[in-house]
């Protein structure tokens, strides 16, 4: 396997690796920012490819530490070249690109076991679960909105600022979801999967209190960000945005399945979810290394 800087003749070949591994695996082989970075377009390499035959099969990318002193690595392999040798050989690679960055550490994704393994043998030690919980729809219960809350949905434009302060407050510990900038929500408000409809935002008078962002899959419904602002913690208004968010996956796509993840360490949503009849279907795991 030859290894090279991604060129932007490769984001198809890239795209196509991608859908064969997500549908082998049940599970999309790396993060959401991280792909449509790469799928921009924008002519600029990101990352590398393993190439065998003129055919990328591997793909590996770093991304400098943003917030704290930790690299992000992200590695998807094509199903049929997941050998020993070619996972050892991407994360060598990974931790030496880590490495020319000014991050302590470098943190990986890994989901599938002989990748967890490997990661092991090369020095890395556990540090995050990340639960994906499914639930049958519809719900038998439903919500109403204690008083002096509105529900009403997303503005595009005009509730850009207030939902990215409640976001990155509710999430300030969060490494991902605690970073977002005006660049990346536009993004998200950009992609074709976007609907304001399936955007529930409640509110207390000009104060955003909370939402429950849903998008649209093939298949199911999910629960994409779900947050309540810090100062309207307490109220009940997780569960309402739970259950609202599921009454749209159902009602508006048609779906008879809902799902969102979860950090395994978060025991007051475990007992949230857990009572609206959601069940554990599989856990991402992540690794970290100091460089």
């Known amino acids: 396997m030859e290894m090279r800087p991604v060129e932007p003749g490769d984001r198809e070949s890239l795209d196509t690796m991608f859908a064969v591994a997500a549908e082998c695996d049940g599970h999309f082989p790396i993060g959401e920012h991280k792909y449509l970075d790469l799928m921009a377009g924008d002519g600029v390499a990101a990352g590398q490819v393993g190439v065998v035959d003129g055919t990328p099969v591997a793909y590996l990318a770093v991304t400098p530490p943003r917030r704290d002193d930790t690299a992000a690595l992200e590695i998807a392999i094509h199903p049929l070249h997941r050998s020993h040798d070619v996972i050892e050989r991407l994360?060598?690679?990974g931790v030496a690109s880590a490495g020319e960055t000014d991050a302590a550490k470098v943190r990986v994704w890994a989901f599938q076991p002989n990748m967890v393994d490997a990661l092991r043998a090369a020095g890395?030690?556990?540090e995050r679960e990340l639960r994906q919980l499914r639930v049958d729809l519809p719900l038998a219960e439903s919500a109403t909105l204690p008083?002096?809350?509105v529900e009403k949905r997303f503005r595009p434009g005009t509730d850009d600022n207030a939902w990215l302060s409640v976001n990155n407050a509710a999430f300030r510990a969060h490494p991902e979801n605690g970073s977002w900038t005006n660049e990346i929500l536009a993004d998200r408000l950009s992609q074709p999967w976007f609907d304001p409809d399936g955007f529930?935002?409640?509110w207390s008078d000009d104060d955003l209190a909370g939402f429950c962002w849903t998008k649209p899959h093939?298949?199911?419904?999910?629960?994409?960000?779900?947050a309540v602002a810090p100062a309207y913690q307490g109220k009940g208004l997780g569960r309402v945005l739970v259950i609202r968010g599921l009454e749209v996956i159902h009602r508006r796509y048609g779906y008879d399945v809902g799902m969102l993840y979860m950090d395994a360490d978060n025991a007051p949503a475990a007992r949230l979810y857990e009572s609206?009849?959601?069940?554990l279907h599989h856990v991402d795991r992540s690794l970290v290394r100091t460089l």
Do not use: H, Q
């Not at 093939?218 to 779900?226: A, L, P």
């Not at 609206?276 to 069940?279: E, V």
């Open 91 to 93: 994360i060598r690679a």
């Open 124 to 126: 890395f030690r556990g």
């Open 147 to 149: 008083s002096g809350f």
């Open 200 to 202: 529930v935002t409640v």
């Open 218 to 226: 093939e298949d199911m419904g999910e629960i994409y960000v779900i």
């Open 276 to 279: 609206l009849g959601f069940r």
